[in-house]
């Protein structure tokens, strides 16, 4: 199984990817309910730094791909 830390690059690899920590800052900052999400969301709210989360999600969509 991978951890948090085996996807930690700087930017994310796909569009799906970008939308999960885009939504795990959501949960990380107050703006989403910890109930309205999955475990794993939860988990990488928790686990993550705000700065790392900001990273991923602040990535640009153009030239992404759907899904990796």
Same mark, same amino acid.
């Given at each position: 199984? !991978? /951890? =948090?830390?085996?996807? #930690?690059?700087?930017? &994310?690899?796909? +569009? &799906?990817?970008? *939308?999960? =920590?885009? #939504? &795990?800052?959501?949960?990380? *900052?107050?703006? /989403?309910?910890?109930?309205?999400?999955?475990?794993?969301? *939860?988990?990488?709210?928790?686990?993550?730094?705000? !700065?790392?989360?900001?990273?991923? &999600? +602040? /990535? +640009?969509? !153009?030239?992404?791909?759907? !899904?990796?």
């Amino acid at each position: 199984m !991978k /951890t =948090f830390s085996d996807y #930690l690059k700087e930017k &994310a690899e796909s +569009k &799906a990817q970008q *939308r999960l =920590f885009g #939504l &795990a800052l959501s949960v990380k *900052r107050g703006d /989403t309910p910890e109930s309205e999400v999955s475990q794993e969301v *939860r988990d990488m709210a928790k686990n993550i730094s705000t !700065k790392d989360l900001e990273d991923f &999600a +602040k /990535t +640009k969509h !153009k030239g992404l791909p759907e !899904k990796v």
